[in-house]
């Protein structure tokens, strides 16, 4: 079992910026890639951005390349999600979420956590 914890959610103006963490426990060494999705209301899960535990690139959607930023604390046993530029649009309810392939899609990932609520005003 993995447990996952997001945080840093909030109200933010457009153009502003904000942080969000994702806390890992239990058997992640039995993890391989972190993810990062969001869902909008009435609309599915999509997918924002993932990173491998242990080395390799970073890989995001169109459109958040170049606003968003996914890093990794192994020490920590924490994923973040640094948002900068942010438009009414990323407006969404964000995950986390763990799988152990190179994947996009959300039916991939197998462990979630609660999600963190992310508000930008116009």
């Known amino acids: 079992q993995v447990q996952l914890v997001e945080s840093g959610g909030g109200v933010v103006q457009a153009g502003g910026s904000l942080r969000l963490s994702c806390a890992a426990s239990?058997?992640?060494?039995?993890?391989?890639?972190m993810g990062w999705f969001r869902q909008a209301p009435g609309k599915g899960r999509e997918f924002v951005a993932r990173?491998?535990?242990?080395?390799?690139?970073?890989y995001y959607a169109d459109s958040v390349k170049g606003r968003f930023t996914i890093s990794r604390d192994n020490a920590k046993n924490t994923v973040y999600l640094q948002m900068n530029s942010l438009k009414p649009e990323d407006t969404a309810v964000y995950y986390c979420?763990?799988?152990?392939?190179?994947?996009?899609?959300?039916?991939?990932?197998?462990?979630w956590g609660q999600g963190t609520q992310v508000t930008v005003s116009s």
């Open positions: 979420a763990t799988t152990t392939g190179q994947y996009v899609l959300a039916r991939s990932y197998d462990y």
């Open positions: 990173i491998p535990w242990s080395g390799g690139s970073a």
């Open positions: 239990g058997r992640t060494s039995s993890r391989y890639v």
